[in-house]
């Protein structure tokens, strides 16, 4: 197996993951909880993060496709 194939196969997991965790960070996390980081609740923080996690993953799904296709 191409170290590219393998990379790509891998980049493609990453991505799946960092999707799958990105959609419950901004589905469910946070509800019901108190607490925060200053002015930003425990919501807001999921939020950014679920946003962050959803561009990162979005990017290695990406990369990961076009490892493989090529």
Known sequence: MQSATTFGILLALVGLAALS?????????????????????????HVVAGIRMLVIGAASLVAGIYLLAG
């Open 21 to 45: 965790f990105a959609a419950y960070a901004l589905l469910r996390g946070g509800k019901g909880q108190r607490g925060g980081i200053g002015p930003i609740s425990e919501r807001g923080i």
